[in-house]
């Protein structure tokens, strides 16, 4: 787990893809958080990939790093009271943005049952069960 973790830091930016009805969607993310051998990431709840993943928790995180990169299958669901505080102390920025002069909540979500492949531009090479 730990290896997934300093990968998809290490790449910076991550994108996380859901569904909307029939259509895949994806969008760069930049929380990814490990917490007692559990996995999170997190998105605002009055976004429309909140709304995708309460409708079809299953997700995929894909990050890049020089010609390396991962998949990771998951399902998502919401984090315990708390992991959201611990998200918020590793992540100070987010204070700014989701607070109570704004309104907006953060849905911070534990990736489940993951499955994540260490792949190389020829393809995966190696995969893991979480």
Same mark, same amino acid.
């Given at each position: 787990? =730990? &290896?997934?973790?300093?990968?998809?830091?290490?790449?910076?930016?991550?994108?996380?893809?859901? %569904?909307?009805?029939?259509?895949?969607?994806? =969008?760069?993310?930049? #929380?990814?958080?490990?917490?007692?051998?559990?996995?999170?990431?997190?998105?605002?709840?009055?976004?429309? $990939?909140? /709304?995708?993943? *309460?409708?079809?928790?299953?997700?995929?995180?894909?990050?890049? !790093?020089? %010609?390396?990169?991962?998949?990771? =299958? /998951? #399902?998502?669901?919401? /984090?315990?009271?708390?992991?959201? /505080?611990?998200?918020?102390?590793?992540?100070?920025?987010?204070? !700014?943005?989701?607070?109570?002069? !704004?309104?907006?909540?953060?849905? $911070?979500? *534990?990736?489940?049952?993951? #499955?994540?492949?260490?792949? !190389?531009?020829?393809?995966?090479?190696?995969? &893991?069960?979480?």
């Amino acid at each position: 787990m =730990r &290896e997934v973790t300093e990968f998809i830091k290490k790449a910076g930016t991550f994108y996380l893809g859901t %569904t909307d009805g029939d259509q895949p969607e994806i =969008r760069p993310i930049g #929380v990814f958080q490990e917490y007692d051998g559990k996995l999170y990431t997190a998105v605002g709840k009055h976004k429309k $990939v909140f /709304a995708q993943i *309460e409708k079809n928790p299953k997700v995929v995180i894909c990050a890049m !790093s020089g %010609t390396d990169w991962v998949r990771l =299958r /998951a #399902v998502a669901k919401l /984090a315990p009271d708390e992991i959201v /505080a611990r998200v918020f102390a590793d992540n100070p920025f987010l204070t !700014s943005l989701y607070n109570e002069t !704004s309104g907006l909540q953060l849905g $911070v979500l *534990e990736l489940t049952n993951a #499955v994540v492949e260490y792949c !190389s531009m020829m393809g995966p090479d190696r995969v &893991e069960i979480l």
